[in-house]
C-alpha cells in the first residue's frame, strides 16, 4: 500500500523568500525506491522532478532580469557581489575562431596543430573476442552504473 | 597628547587623540598590497613592500602610477568620473581622492590604506591593465578599506572597481555591497595575515617600522 504522495509547499515567507519544506524532501527519498516494485509510485519523483524543472527555469528567468537590470543601470557593470552572491555578465568562451577552411591562408604563427586519437570500439572488441587478449595501450575503464530519470516529454514515445 | 583631525583624514563628527604606545612595542604597520601578497604566499613581495625596498618600475606599474595621477587630477578638477573609467562620466558629489588612513588592529599592528576616491557613501577603486574588475572583486580590498573607513567614521555603502584595459581600449566595472558582515570578514582576514606576519618578523628578526604612536578615534562631542 502506498501512501499519498507528499504535496512540496513552496511559499514565499515574510522575509520574501522561497521556502520549501526539508521534510518533504526527505519522505520523497524515502518512497522513491517503491517506483521499482510498483510504477503508480512515480508521482513522488515526477513531483520532485517538475520542482527542479520549475526551479532551473526560474533561475534562468532570474539571470535573464538581473542582465536587464545590470545594462540598465550601466552597460559597463561585469559583476555585482553581496554577501552571499557573486553574480557576472560577462562574455564566455574563446575570444577568436579559427576557420579550418581557410587554414592555407593563416600564418603558421596563430595555430598550434594537435593530433587527435579516437579509440575504434568496435575493433578492440572484436580483437579481445578472438584473441582473450587486451592490445597493448589499451586498458579497460572501471564503469559504474548510474541511475538517470527524467521527465517524458507529451510527444516521447519512447 | 594632541588632536590631529586633517592627517588623519577624519570626517568633522569624528576626533581622534594620538598617544605614545604604552606597551613601547615596535608598530607593525601594514597595508592591503603586502597582506594580500602575504596571504598568496608571495612572502618575498610581501616582505620587501613592507620594508619599502626599491623596486624597478616595469612599464605596467608605471601605467598604473600614470592613470591614478591622472584620474586624481581630473576628478579633482571636474568633480566627475573620468572617461577612461566611466563612459557617462558621472558627476560626483563629494569626492575625495588619495585618502588615507590608519587603524590600530591591536596594540602592535596598524592597518594603513590609501582609497583612491571616496564619494559620500561609495567607495572607489581604480585599476588599469588586462585584469577584469570582477578579478580584483574577487579580492578583499574594497571589503579592507570599508573597514578602515567605518573605524574611521564613514559609512561606506558601495565599493566600486573601475577598470581601465589600456591595451584595448575597454572598461568594465564591478560593484561589492559593503555589508558589516563584510567588513566582519575583513577585519578577520587583516587580524589574521598581519599577525601572521608579525611573528614572522619577530622570529626572523627583521625591522619593524616603529612610529610607536596610537591612535584614539571617537565621536566628538
Known amino acids: ?158 | 597628547m594632541t588632536q590631529n583631525n586633517e592627517k588623519l583624514n577624519l570626517p568633522n563628527d569624528r576626533k581622534s587623540t594620538i598617544i605614545e604606545n604604552p606597551s613601547n612595542l615596535s608598530l607593525f604597520r601594514t597595508s592591503y598590497s603586502i597582506l594580500n601578497a602575504w596571504s598568496r604566499g608571495n612572502y618575498s613581495d610581501a616582505i620587501d613592500m613592507f620594508l619599502k625596498k626599491e623596486k624597478e618600475l616595469n612599464s605596467y606599474l608605471k601605467d598604473g602610477i600614470d592613470f591614478h595621477k591622472k584620474w586624481e587630477y581630473v576628478i579633482n578638477q571636474t568633480k566627475q568620473l573620468p572617461k577612461e573609467l566611466d563612459r557617462k562620466e558621472t558627476k560626483l558629489k563629494n569626492p575625495k581622492c588619495e585618502l588615507k588612513l590608519e587603524i590600530p588592529i591591536n596594540d602592535h599592528i596598524e592597518f594603513v590604506g590609501v582609497i583612491d576616491c571616496l564619494d559620500e557613501d561609495i567607495l572607489y577603486e581604480f585599476k588599469s591593465g588586462s585584469m577584469s574588475s570582477a578579478d580584483y572583486a574577487n579580492g578583499l580590498q574594497v571589503d579592507c578599506y570599508s573597514y578602515l573607513l567605518s573605524m574611521s567614521g564613514y559609512n561606506p555603502t558601495k565599493g566600486m572597481y573601475l577598470h581601465y584595459d589600456q591595451y584595448v581600449s575597454k572598461t568594465d566595472k564591478s560593484l561589492v555591497y559593503l555589508t558589516d558582515n563584510r567588513r566582519q570578514k575583513a577585519k578577520e582576514w587583516i587580524e589574521k595575515q598581519s599577525e601572521s606576519m608579525y611573528q614572522y618578523f619577530i622570529k626572523n628578526n627583521l625591522p619593524l617600522t616603529s612610529p610607536k604612536k596610537l591612535y584614539i578615534i571617537e565621536v566628538a562631542q
Request: proline share 3%; charged share 30%.
Open chain 1, 1 to 158: 500500500m502506498l501512501n499519498p504522495p507528499p504535496i512540496v509547499e513552496q511559499t514565499m515567507n515574510q522575509d520574501n523568500q522561497i521556502a520549501i519544506k526539508y521534510t518533504d524532501l526527505e519522505v520523497i527519498k524515502n518512497e522513491s525506491g517503491k517506483v521499482v516494485l510498483n510504477h503508480n509510485a512515480e508521482k513522488f519523483l515526477v513531483e520532485l522532478l517538475n520542482l527542479k524543472d520549475k526551479v532551473e527555469e526560474t533561475i534562468e528567468l532570474c539571470k535573464g532580469e538581473i542582465k536587464r537590470c545590470m545594462e540598465e543601470l550601466d552597460d559597463q557593470l561585469v559583476s555585482v557581489n553581496t554577501d552571499n552572491l557573486r553574480i557576472m555578465n560577462r562574455v564566455y568562451g574563446s575570444k577568436y575562431k579559427l576557420d579550418t577552411e581557410l587554414i592555407e591562408h593563416l600564418d603558421k604563427k596563430f595555430y598550434t596543430v594537435k593530433p587527435t586519437f579516437y579509440l575504434n570500439t568496435k575493433e578492440v572488441d572484436e580483437y579481445i573476442k578472438t584473441t582473450d587478449i587486451i592490445p597493448t595501450g589499451i586498458s579497460i575503464n572501471n564503469r559504474e552504473k548510474q541511475v538517470s530519470i527524467s521527465l517524458k516529454k507529451s510527444n516521447d514515445t519512447k
